[in-house]
Nanobody, 118 residues
Framework: RVTLVESGGGSVQDGGSLRLSCAVS????????LAWFRQAVEKERERVAS????????YYAESVKGRFTISRDFAKKTLFLQMDNLKPDDTGMYYC???????????WGQGTQVTVSS
């Protein structure tokens, strides 16, 4: 059984940076998709970035392109999200999620809060 544990959230000023981590435990195949989602108050959940675990197949939402970078450390089985030039609109709860097939994200972490103040 796969579990995901996020860390690295916090509070920063407009223009600041944060790096989120998602530790993956359990079996994971190269074809699995891992993603970062975020949800702000009174907004729909949004997929901000995703990648196949073992393949170069990266997606970014338009709102974060050029500012966020998704990466993974195979040895540590950890997914990262480097967030630079953060804006107040980036505020929300960030979740790591895994899809074994067809982009159906069935495993979720507990979330980590990101707050960007102006």
């Amino acid at each position: 059984r796969v579990t995901l544990v996020e860390s690295g959230g916090g509070s920063v000023q407009d223009g600041g940076s944060l790096r989120l981590s998602c530790a993956v435990s359990g079996p994971i195949a190269s074809t699995y998709s891992l993603a970062w989602f975020r949800q702000a108050v009174e907004k729909e959940r949004e997929r901000v970035a995703s990648t196949k675990w073992g393949l170069y197949n990266i997606y970014y939402a338009e709102s974060v392109k050029g500012r966020f970078t998704i990466s993974r450390d195979f040895a540590k089985k950890t997914l990262f999200l480097q967030m630079d030039n953060l804006k107040p609109d980036d505020t929300g709860m960030y979740y790591c999620a895994l899809a074994a097939s067809d982009d159906f994200y069935s495993v979720w972490g507990q979330g980590t809060q990101v707050t960007v103040s102006s």
